[in-house]
C-alpha cells in the first residue's frame, strides 16, 4: 500500500484529517477527488489490514486484546453489579470498519427524523436516503428502488436459507410478528436476513471500499503509525496538528478546515486536549481554555447485549443471519430491541457450543447516559469511560421484557422443532431476572454521541458538523450521532462521512 512517511510530509495541507477508521478513510478518500486539493489522512495504527484476523470476518473477535484493538476499558457499573466492560476499536487502518462483525444496517427512519427535529436540518431520513443507497452496492437480493446498487460498499446478503432462519421466521410469524424482506435496510417492525460488508468470504471494510481506489492519488497522503497528540489553535482557528511518527515530532498546518474522526473516545479526547471543552474541567487539568464548550463527551451510550437463551439443536447448521426487530412496549416510535439468532451457543451451561443455536437481545433505543472525561493531561492515562449502563431505570425493565420475549420465542412451535436435548433459560423470577441480566449483559460495541450534533447548550457540532465557538473544525464520525440509531452503526458513521465530505467540498469551492 503506497503510504508515506513522516519525513516527506509537507508544512501544510488544504485538509488534514484525523484519524484513518470508518469516516476518516471515507472522507479522506472523497475530498482528495478533487486533484488540486491536497489532503493528508493521520492515523495511529498501522495498514495491515490484511492479516487473516480482519480478512475473514468470521475471526472479527481474534483482534481483541491486540495491537489493532485501543482496548477501553470502562469504569465501574453500579447498575451491572459494579462490572467493568472491555470496549474494543479499531486502532488500524479502516478503524472498526477492519474489525467489526461487518453487519450493515442503515438504521430506522424515525432515528434520523428525531436528529432533525432536535434542530439538525438536512439530517431527516428523507434526506439522507440518498446517501445510504449511494453508499451501497446490494450484490444480492433485490433492490425493488429502496436500495443502492452501484455505491462502494458491497454487501453480501444471507439469502441463502438454512433451515434454523426459516424456523426461525415461522417462530417470529406465530408470535405476530411480521416477516419481511429485509431488515438491512431501512429498520421496521418484524424480521428478516440482513447484509454483511463481505465479498466472496473476505471483509470488504472502508479501507477496501473507499481508500485502496484512491490511495495512490499524488494529492492524497496517507501516514499511519502516527498519533495526532492536539490541535494547533490561533486564537479559535484552529490551524492544524501537533503529533509524533517514527519518534518525530509533526507540526503541520491546515489551510481549510482540519476533520476530527478519531471516534466516539478519540475525537472528544483530542478536542479536551486542545482545550475545548468544559471549562472548569480543563482548568482543573492545567489545559488552557480556547472554547468552553461542557458537552464534550457528554451524552455517551451504547445498546446493550444479553445472551437469552441456548438450546441444544436438532441439526447442526452453519450460518443464520436473521434478525427481528420488535417492542417491548407500546407508544414508542420505533421497535427497541433487536433480536438475533445465532447458529452457536453461549453462555455457561452443558449446551454444546458447535450443536447448538442460541437467541441475543439488544436494547436498541437506549435512554440511559454516561460520559467520556479526561483523567490526567498525560497521553497514556486511561480515559474515565462512563457509559451509565441502566442509569434510567426503564432500560433494564425493556431488557428483561426483552429476554422475556425471546423465551417466548423459543417456545413457539417452529423453534421447538429445532430443539434437541439441554437448553439454557433465564430465570422465571422477576428478581432474579433482573439480576441475571445486570450480571450477563454487555456491549454491543456501537458507543455513540461524545461530540453531539445540535443547536443547544449541550452541543458540540452544529448541523454543518463544525465545531461550535471556534472555526477551522469539523468533527465527522459516530460521536457525532446525538443519539443512538436503532441498528449498528457502521452504515450511519459512512453517512455522517457522505454528508461531511460533500459540505467541506461545498465550502471550499464558494
Ligand atoms: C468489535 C466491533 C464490532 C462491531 N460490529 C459492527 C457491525 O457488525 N456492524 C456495524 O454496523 N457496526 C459495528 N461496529 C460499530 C462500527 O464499527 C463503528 O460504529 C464505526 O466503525 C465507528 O466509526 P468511526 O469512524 O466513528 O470510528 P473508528 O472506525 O473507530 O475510527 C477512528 C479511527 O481514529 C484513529 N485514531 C483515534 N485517535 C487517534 C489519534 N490521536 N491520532 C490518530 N488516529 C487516531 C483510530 O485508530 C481509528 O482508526 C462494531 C465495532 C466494534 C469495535
Given amino acids: 500500500m503506497p503510504l508515506v512517511t513522516a519525513d516527506v510530509l509537507t508544512d501544510s495541507y488544504d485538509h488534514i484529517v484525523i484519524g484513518g477508521g470508518s469516516a476518516g478513510a471515507l472522507i479522506a478518500a472523497r475530498l482528495s477527488e478533487d486533484s488540486e486539493c491536497r489532503v493528508l489522512l493521520i492515523e495511529a495504527g498501522d495498514a495491515s489490514v490484511d492479516r487473516p484476523s480482519m480478512v475473514d470476518p468470521a475471526l472479527w473477535f481474534t483482534n481483541f486484546g491486540t495491537a489493532a484493538d485501543w482496548q477501553y476499558r470502562t469504569v465501574e457499573q453500579p447498575n451491572a453489579n459494579g462490572r467493568r466492560f472491555d470496549w474494543n476499536r479499531g486502532k488500524v487502518l479502516g478503524g472498526s470498519s477492519s474489525i467489526d462483525a461487518a453487519v450493515w444496517v442503515w438504521g430506522h427512519p424515525a432515528d434520523f427524523d428525531a436528529w432533525a427535529d432536535a434542530g439538525n436540518i438536512g439530517w431527516d431520513f428523507g434526506s439522507l436516503k440518498p446517501i445510504f443507497q449511494r453508499l451501497e452496492t446490494r450484490l444480492h437480493g433485490s433492490c425493488d428502488g429502496r436500495r443502492g446498487n ?148 457528554e451524552n455517551l451510550h451504547d445498546h446493550c447485549l444479553v445472551s437469552a437463551f441456548a438450546a441444544e439443536a436438532a441439526a447442526a447448521t452453519k450460518s443464520v443471519g436473521a434478525r427481528l426487530y420488535a417492542r417491548t412496549s407500546d407508544g414508542i416510535p420505533a421497535p427497541d430491541h433487536e433480536v438475533i439468532i445465532s447458529a452457536w451457543s453461549t453462555g455457561q451451561s452443558d449446551v454444546p ?145 457522505e454528508r461531511a465530505a460533500s459540505l467541506m467540498t461545498a465550502a471550499t469551492s464558494a
Wanted: with cysteine.
Fill in 150 to 297: 452501484s455505491g462502494r460498499m458491497r454487501l453480501t446478503s444471507t439469502s441463502d436459507r438454512v433451515p434454523l432462519t426459516t424456523a426461525f421466521f415461522q417462530a417470529c410469524k406465530e408470535m405476530g410478528h411480521a416477516v419481511l424482506d429485509d431488515v438491512s435496510g431501512p429498520i421496521s417492525e418484524g424480521c428478516g436476513t440482513y447484509d454483511f460488508t463481505v465479498v466472496n468470504g473476505q471483509r470488504f471494510s472502508v479501507t477496501r471500499a473507499f481508500l485502496l481506489p484512491s490511495i495512490s492519488r499524488p494529492n492524497l497522503s496517507v501516514l499511519t503509525d502516527a498519533n495526532v497528540d492536539s490541535l494547533i489553535f490561533d486564537g479559535t482557528r484552529c490551524a492544524g496538528v501537533r503529533g509524533e511518527a517514527d519518534g518525530k515530532l509533526l507540526e503541520i498546518r491546515s489551510r481549510h478546515d482540519v476533520v476530527l474522526s478519531a471516534g466516539v473516545m478519540g475525537s472528544p479526547r483530542l478536542l479536551m486536549r486542545s482545550g475545548v471543552g468544559d471549562a472548569a474541567e480543563l482548568e482543573r487539568l492545567g489545559l488552557n481554555v480556547v472554547a468552553n464548550l461542557p458537552g464534550v463527551g
Fill in 353 to 497: 457450543v458447535e450443536r447448538g443455536f442460541s437467541l441475543h437481545t439488544a436494547l436498541v433505543r437506549p435512554q440511559s447516559r454516561g460520559r467520556l472525561a479526561l483523567t490526567s493531561t498525560d497521553w497514556d492515562a486511561p480515559l474515565l469511560i462512563d457509559p451509565g449502563y441502566f442509569a434510567e431505570p426503564a432500560d433494564l425493565a425493556a431488557l428483561c421484557t426483552a429476554v422475556e420475549m425471546c423465551v417466548d420465542l423459543a417456545a413457539a412451535p417452529a423453534l421447538l422443532k429445532q430443539r434437541s436435548g439441554s437448553v439454557r433459560t433465564p430465570p422465571s423470577s422477576k428478581v432474579k431476572l433482573r439480576e441475571f441480566v445486570r450480571n450477563n449483559m454487555g456491549t454491543y460495541w456501537n458507543p455513540v454521541g461524545t461530540c453531539s450534533m445540535g443547536v443547544d447548550a449541550r452541543s458540540v457540532v452544529d448541523p454543518t458538523l463544525c465545531v461550535h465557538g471556534v472555526s477551522n473544525l469539523r468533527v465527522a464520525d459516530s460521536s457525532v450521532m446525538p443519539r443512538i440509531t436503532t441498528g449498528n452503526t457502521l452504515a450511519p458513521t459512512l453517512v455522517i462521512a
